[in-house]
């Protein structure tokens, strides 16, 4: 991992923490409730580590209203496979392939501790984005770069090519960094960690008010660490 600028506080080595979803509300009828057979919502609702992203009220984007529904495996499976697809997709996610890949690469996530949360996002309520969102502290992330308590983490892909390269994936970081900003008050940083070679995706957290901290060799690829901090929220 190339080095942090040892003049900012991302160098601090800190210990990191012991490691330890209804739908959103609406009248739409697919994706405001459940769908059978379902997993249950968990009792305990700190089990999620990220929060509960089904409450999170949408965001109004210049794009039009945004919101992040976390996904259900039965209802969504179809619509993620067919994204991870995409070439352009399948170049950086490496999920190409019939639906049982991507059907237990989200299962990994949907029966875990609640660590990461996989996410559709909905531009004027049609899903046309996959988000993950993620403890970044408890991930293996942390051990390449220093991470603080309760940093949270974000994956995304814009799933329709007519979507992509038109400034709408800076739009929608941004607003998702802010609801994660907002529901999460122990949260002080949003972090990324897009392929070196995406530059698309690199020069769109930039334009989002990420800055790129450090690059870090991590499982599969060279990355740039992104990092969007509370305390600059209202100035970038």
Known sequence: MAPADPGTDDTLDLTLPP??????????ATYGRSAPGSRPERADPDHCLVGDIARWAPADTPAGPFRLVP????????????WMNDPA??????????????????????????????????????PMS????????????????????????????????????????????????????????????VVAEPDLRNT???????AA???????ADVPGKRAALMIRDRSLRHLL
């Open 130 to 189: 996959y988000w993950e969102i993620y403890r970044a502290d408890l991930d293996p992330l942390a051990r390449h770069y220093p991470a603080r308590p309760q940093d949270t983490g974000v994956h995304l892909l814009i799933g329709g090519a007519a979507d992509r390269g038109r400034g709408l994936g800076s739009i929608l970081i941004r607003a998702v960094a802010d609801l994660i900003l907002e529901h999460r008050p122990g949260c002080c940083r």
């Open 19 to 28: 490691q330890f979803l209804a739908l959103f509300a609406s009248s739409d």
């Open 209 to 215: 008010g990420f800055r790129l901290s450090a690059e």
């Open 200 to 206: 698309c995706s690199v020069a769109a957290f930039l």
């Open 89 to 126: 997709v399948a170049q950086f996610w490496e999920l190409a392939g019939e639906p049982a890949v991507t059907g237990r690469y989200l299962d990994a996530q949907l029966d875990g501790d609640g660590r990461s949360i996989p996410c559709l996002g909905l531009l004027h309520g049609t």
């Open 71 to 82: 996904v259900d495996a039965e209802r969504d499976l179809a619509l993620v496979t067919g």
